[in-house]
Nanobody, 121 residues
Framework: VQLQASGGGLVQAGGSLRLSCAPS????????VGWFRQTPGKEREFVAG????????YYADSVKGRFTISRDNAKNTVYLQMNSLKPEDTAVYYC???????????????WGQGTLVTVSS
């Protein structure tokens, strides 16, 4: 499964962006999906995840109340709505797929190529 993440860009602090993640060549509905982010010199960090049916979501404490993960299985797409962005949210954001929702990046089988989010102060 190849994943395509999109929607990154440059935004001012306090602004919003919506990231999208879609697979190519396969349906998404049988996988939980997570968003991770990474900055140079740091480990990849879990941001948010959503179960296969969208019945469960899971957020890192640093983004709770600001980010919302959702999925539209009919459109085969997972979204990450990011509001009240802060400069410390600047990172490359990756989406990934796994059989069961988890915050452990080692449990994710498929990864997208990443999309850069830059938040200016």
């Amino acid at each position: 499964v190849q994943l395509q993440a999109s929607g990154g860009g440059l935004v001012q602090a306090g602004g919003s962006l919506r990231l999208s993640c879609a697979p190519s060549g396969r349906t998404f509905s049988s996988y939980a999906v997570g968003w991770f982010r990474q900055t140079p010199g740091k480990e990849r960090e879990f941001v948010a995840g959503i179960s296969r049916s969208a019945g469960s979501t899971y957020y890192a404490d640093s983004v709770k109340g600001r980010f919302t993960i959702s999925r539209d299985n009919a459109k085969n797409t997972v979204y990450l709505q990011m509001n009240s962005l802060k400069p410390e949210d600047t990172a490359v954001y990756y989406c990934a797929a796994t059989p069961i929702l988890t915050n452990d990046p080692l449990k994710y089988l498929y990864w997208g190529q990443g999309t850069l989010v830059t938040v200016s102060s």
